[in-house]
């Protein structure tokens, strides 16, 4: 009589069921999974790098600030000429005028640090009668700048000076300046700052863009130059009423910045 099949243990069974049913479980869940992922892709834009990298669309803005103050500073050059026979003779009326000047510099409280002395030249003289060159004396010339502090004393300043050079004085040039020019330049490039970023906001709005990071800045300013002022009489000096009338006005600092953004899409 042939042998029946041994049974298979009911446990066998039941493990490879929970094993199908645990895989089956793992795979609906896997594939629910991906036709999430695969729905979230779909759904959402890929983000565009708004960074400054070369392939990223750049905005390339310009602003210009102003910004203004009363200067506290005055500078005067003034020249002093002397002539005589000789040039030794010469010199030496020179230096005592000069002297003079400084002294009378230091009496209305102008430091000798403020003091420079920027150009000195002696040359010969000469005239021509019938077309003949004819020595007839030399020439000294030295120039002397000045840093004049107080506004309020410049002029009284200034008009020690001429007293106590007379004739051989000139003032070649008056100019102001700021003491710290740091500070009004600074108001100014914010300003540049300020108007680079609106116009950088409105041209990105109108392109339909929005702005990404700063990816350059520069300040594009040249150097100041102020033309030398000459001082006007007026209230707003405290001055002698005899000094020379000194009115610092105002003066206006001004300065462009170029800005480069990178540009993102919305």
């Known amino acids: 009589m042939a042998e029946e099949p041994a049974a298979v243990p009911r446990r066998s069974r039941v493990s490879g069921k929970v094993v199908l049913a645990t895989l089956g ?22 983000v565009v790098a708004s960074g400054c990298g070369s392939t990223n669309p750049r905005l390339t803005v310009q602003g210009t600030g102003q910004a ?11 020249g002093f000429s002397t002539t005589n026979g000789s040039s030794a003779s010469a010199l030496a009326a020179n230096n005592a005028k000069v002297n003079q000047a400084l002294a009378a510099l230091a009496t209305n409280g102008v430091d000798r640090h403020d003091v420079q002395t920027t150009g000195l030249s002696l040359s010969a003289q000469y005239a021509y009668p019938k ?5 007839i004396g030399y020439l000294v010339s030295n120039t002397v700048a000045a840093t004049l502090r107080d506004t309020n004393t410049a002029g009284a300043a200034i008009d020690a000076v001429v007293n106590a050079s007379g004739d051989a004085v000139q003032i070649n040039s008056l100019t102001f300046s700021f003491g710290d020019p740091a500070k009004v330049a600074d108001a100014a490039r914010a300003d540049a700052v300020h108007q680079a970023v609106a116009h950088a906001s409105a041209m990105a709005v109108a392109a339909g863009r929005k702005l990404g990071p700063v990816c350059a800045l520069t300040d594009d300013t ?7 002022n000459l001082g006007v009489a007026g209230a707003g000096t405290s001055a ?18 170029t800005m480069v953004y990178a540009l993102a899409q919305r």
Do not use: Y
């Open 131 to 135: 077309g003949v060159p004819t020595l």
């Open 68 to 78: 203004s103050g009363t200067p506290d500073v005055l500078t005067a050059v003034f």
């Open 25 to 46: 479980a793992l795979l609906v869940v896997g594939a629910g999974l991906g036709l999430a992922l695969s729905d979230a892709g779909a759904s959402t834009p890929a």
């Open 240 to 257: 002698p009423s005899s000094a020379v009338p000194v009115e610092p006005g105002t003066q206006v600092e001004t300065d462009q910045v």
């Open 222 to 228: 040249q150097p100041s130059q102020f033309p030398p």
